[in-house]
């Protein structure tokens, strides 16, 4: 059946705007103005970008199932400990689908894959919130439950969410009407300053992840004594951990293929592997997180304040507001932005480094 169907054309390094020039990957580059139908017909053929798309999609269909299986076999409107485990378990499944779908979509225009992008990074921000939700519920260490920080936590996290979004966005255009309007779209930071741009990429996800993660990694590596939470959970959360860092190296790092360029283009490049050990590592906190849930919940139903909506649904649907409405603006210059910019790029893709001017 496949035989039957006329796959779009692929390109060389060369041939497609810098902008969509990835370190260390020379060919199977598609049409940087692509039609949706192509996006998707692209699933089915050998380019640099059909493994990203479906380690990602695929995933988000598993924990679905998961998702579906907490809320159909939980009373989970009647029990809202089991909030916090709803909350991050729809993260989990927002985070990899759209990622997929940025990877898909994103070849349809420059400016397309800006929009695609801002809703990829709004939703790891998501995920970040919705780990720090079932951290409080679940993971705190005995001798912090309670306390100030733990106070504190959400509405912090809720923060994180916001400015980690925001900044994400900034690092490929800069602030909309001030960097970029509808007449000109420049590129502020990925193309003259591409170092700098990957950094505060890098940054507006770090954050989040060490803030969300300071209980869990004083409860695991420095905690000694009563009140630190020691049970077999602890093997699940060192194994996450240490992947979580492997995953941020593979980001950071652009290996293999940095090492040998065009060797890696179609199987086995940093952002496949990257794209792998995420979804390892998530899958690693979801059974830590469970087990905690499971382990823990007569000492929590006991010495821990109950969980509230404003905590852990009321937060959720504050993040997702707020993120789109960012993205929103974000996004409103390039979607306002007049079609003569498109046909700047003519018909057929050619190597410029001017494509940096206009998106």
């Not at 699933?43 to 380690?55: A, D, G, K, P, V």
Request: hydrophobic share 45%.
């Amino acid at each position: 059946m496949l035989n039957l169907i006329k796959f779009p054309r692929v390109f060389t390094i060369n041939q497609v705007p810098k902008v969509f020039h990835e370190d260390g990957i020379i060919s199977g580059y598609r049409h940087p103005r692509s039609s949706a139908t192509d996006c998707i017909l692209s699933l089915f053929q050998r380019t640099n970008e059909t493994l990203n798309i479906w380690t990602h999609f695929l995933p988000s269909w598993y924990f679905l199932w998961k998702l579906l299986t907490v809320v159909l076999m939980q009373a989970v409107w009647q029990d809202s400990f089991t909030w916090p485990l709803v909350v991050f378990l729809l993260s989990c499944c927002v985070y990899p689908l759209a990622s997929s779908c940025a990877h898909t979509f994103s070849t349809m225009s420059l400016r397309a894959r800006h929009i695609c992008f801002f809703f990829d990074y709004g939703a790891l921000s998501f995920y970040s919130l919705g780990s720090a939700i079932v951290y409080s519920a679940y993971i705190f260490p005995d001798k912090w439950v309670n306390g100030l920080f733990h106070h504190w936590y959400i509405p912090i996290a809720v923060v994180n969410a916001f400015i980690s979004t925001i900044m994400a966005c900034y690092s490929r255009l800069g602030f909309p009407f001030l960097h970029y309007n509808q007449d000109v779209v420049k590129r502020f930071h990925e193309c003259p300053k591409p170092k700098f741009s990957k950094f505060l990429r890098g940054v507006a996800f770090i954050y989040p992840y060490m803030f969300d993660n300071i209980p869990l990694f004083y409860r695991v590596f420095l905690c000694v004594g009563e009140g630190c939470t020691d049970n077999e959970t602890t093997v699940l959360h060192y194994q996450h951990i240490s992947l979580a860092f492997l995953t941020g190296f593979l980001f950071v790092s652009h290996l293999p293929e940095r090492l040998a360029p065009g060797s890696f283009d179609f199987i086995g490049h940093s952002h496949q592997l990257f794209h792998v050990c995420a979804i390892v590592c998530t899958h690693l906190q979801m059974q830590a997180v469970e087990q905690d849930m499971v382990t823990r919940r007569p000492w929590l139903s006991v010495n821990s304040t109950p969980v509230t909506f404003a905590g852990s649904l009321g937060s959720t649907l504050l993040c997702v507001a707020m993120n789109l409405l960012i993205i929103l603006i974000f996004s409103l210059p390039l979607l306002s932005a007049s079609v003569c910019q498109d046909g700047k790029h003519g018909n057929e893709p050619k190597a410029s480094n001017k494509s940096c001017h206009c998106s």
